[in-house]
């Protein structure tokens, strides 16, 4: 079975503070891939990031980046200057060999101007 | 490029009922998922269809079901419905097969059953 864990429930920060996400991740497969997605407040799931499980590059798109470890089954999620606009629902998500994707209970990001 | 559409945005019904949920994927897509959303449980998947075959399915009873027809529009049905089954229901769409592809979501069907 895999198991997506997103300990942090909700964070509240001031606008421009970094503020980082964590996710931990369980699964007995050697190929799977992660995912990050935002929940704005009207629904619909923003996908922003992909990693299969044999790229432990980190990834800078802007003022996002990821940190895949392996030795530590994480994916964590750090957003840099955090704005208003990245106020949402975040979402990490795995998906292994039975192809069917476990998501994390997601964290709250709450960023106030 | 429009986007994933879901109709009706919002539905209420009543215990015993039965639903339908509708997605149109965005234009060229051929994979269409949906997935489940509440507060107790979370975001939970539910099936994927690819060029009118389900290719997976979450763990979910019989009640739920699927199907895609030749133009990638696909439909869920929720049969006798509980009040358990109120929640967003999500539809994504990718290119290819496969949950592990980017997928686009739609804005949701909020379901309520009374």
């Known amino acids: 079975a895999q198991k997506v864990t997103q300990a942090q429930t909700e964070i509240s920060v001031v606008e421009k503070e970094d503020v980082t996400l964590d996710c931990v991740y369980e699964?007995?497969?050697?190929?799977?891939?992660l995912f990050w997605y935002k929940q704005p407040p009207s629904g619909e799931l923003v996908f922003l990031i992909r990693?299969?499980?044999?790229?432990?590059q980190n990834e800078i798109s802007g003022r996002y980046s990821w940190n895949f470890q392996k030795s530590t089954s994480s994916f964590n999620f750090t957003i840099t200057a955090s704005q208003v606009v990245d106020s949402a629902v975040y979402f990490c998500?795995?998906?292994?060999?039975?192809?069917?994707?476990?998501f994390g209970r997601g964290t709250s990001l709450i960023v106030h101007p | 490029k429009a986007g994933v559409t879901q109709t009706p945005r919002y539905l209420i019904k009543t215990r015993g009922q039965q639903v339908t949920l509708s997605c149109s994927p965005i234009?060229?897509?051929?994979?269409v998922s949906w997935y489940q959303q509440t507060p107790g449980q979370g975001l939970q998947f539910l099936f994927e269809?690819?060029?009118?075959?389900?290719?997976n399915k979450g763990n979910f009873p019989g009640r739920f079901s699927g199907r895609q027809f030749s133009n990638s529009r696909s439909e869920m049905n929720v049969s006798t419905l509980e009040l358990g089954d109120s929640a967003l229901y999500l539809c994504?769409?990718?290119?290819?097969?496969?949950?592990?592809?980017?997928?686009?979501f739609g804005p949701g069907t909020r379901l309520t059953v009374l």
């Open positions: 994504a769409s990718s290119l290819s097969a496969g949950v592990r592809n980017e997928q686009f």
């Open positions: 699964t007995r497969d050697t190929t799977y891939y």
């Open positions: 990693r299969n499980s044999f790229d432990e």
């Open positions: 998500a795995l998906s292994g060999g039975s192809y069917i994707p476990t």
């Open positions: 234009s060229g897509h051929r994979s």
């Open positions: 269809y690819f060029s009118e075959t389900q290719r």
